[in-house]
């Protein structure tokens, strides 16, 4: 399971910099937990141009993560990894300006973290709110839902034809994916 960060898991607040600006959008730590019962890895697929402007460094960013997993652990849930991108082809900090394979739309980070992981994407799933969440998840082969939180709604037409299902937030969406895991095991048995 492939999980955008802003939008879809925690409240989109622009260039989040800091633990104490993490609200988690409400059901998505149960979301996130149901997953873990199903046996499925979860994996944070994030943009975070906001290193590349100078907003935030590396730290900062992974002193938010730090905060979300704990969050997380004290919920029962967990977050298996965080995959990001810190580069932007207009960065202010040089050494984050480049066009790279990793930012969404690329499917980089996908297949960075299939590799390490050595994760079949054709069985897996990319949940988002952007249309760019949409178009990695389809490079990369899996299947794509599209949530109404953060930027989903104004994305909603955007991903139309890209997406393969829409769900209100990201419970809904494993509730999707729960169906279809239930569908894929039935017809192995």
């Known amino acids: ?16 910099s800091s633990p104490e600006g993490v609200e988690f959008i409400p059901g998505s730590i149960d979301a996130i937990r149901e997953l873990n019962a199903l046996g499925v890895n979860v994996f944070v697929i994030t943009n ?3 290193i590349a402007r100078g ?10 993560h730090g905060a979300m997993h704990a969050a997380m652990q004290r919920h029962g849930a967990r977050i298996d990894d965080f ?8 960065a202010v900090v040089e050494q984050y300006r480049k066009r790279c394979a990793c930012r969404k739309p690329a499917p980089g980070m996908l297949l960075e973290a299939a590799a390490k ?7 897996s799933f990319m ?7 949409m178009q990695a998840g389809k490079a990369a082969g899996t299947v794509c839902i599209q949530v109404c939180t953060g930027y989903g709604t104004a994305e909603r037409a955007a991903a139309e034809g890209t997406r393969d299902y ?12 729960k169906s279809i895991i239930h569908q894929r095991r039935q017809s192995y048995e």
């Open 55 to 64: 907003l935030l460094t590396e730290s900062d960013m992974h002193a938010v």
């Open 1 to 16: 399971m492939f999980l955008d960060r802003d939008g879809t898991i925690n409240v989109d607040v622009d260039y989040l």
């Open 83 to 90: 995959f990001f991108c810190p580069h932007h082809p207009d």
């Open 127 to 133: 949940i988002g709110d952007k249309f760019v969440d």
């Open 48 to 50: 975070q141009s906001g």
């Open 117 to 123: 992981y050595e994760i079949n994407l054709q069985a």
């Open 166 to 177: 829409i769900a209100d937030d990201l419970f809904g969406a494993v509730q999707i994916v």
